[in-house]
């Protein structure tokens, strides 16, 4: 029976072993995981304002473009009001 007993606790120890080791490895890579975020915040915001500036300026060109269209169908309108090919 001591053998046994000897083989359970050498057997416990190998188990608790592994598990801390394996706690370890987690631990290990959470800090890893933390430490990416503290580096990547930063450069997602500049890259987030970046990417808003770039959208507010393509709004305000399509902005622009349908004002400028409008006053381009407008001119065409007026110079083109006589259908007959005549002089308004």
């Known amino acids: 029976m001591p053998a046994l007993s000897i083989a359970v606790a050498v057997l416990a120890v190998l188990v608790a072993g592994a598990a801390l080791y394996r706690l370890h490895r987690v631990r290990r890579a959470l800090i890893a995981e933390r430490a990416a975020r503290r580096l990547m915040a930063p450069l997602q915001a500049r ?8 959208l507010t300026e393509a709004a305000y060109a399509n902005q622009v473009l349908s004002e400028a269209e409008q006053v381009l169908d407008t001119a065409l309108a007026t110079h083109h009001s006589n259908p007959e090919g005549g002089h308004p």
Do not use: E, Q, T
């Not at 890259?47 to 770039?54: P, S």
């Open 47 to 54: 890259d987030m304002r970046a990417l808003a500036d770039r």
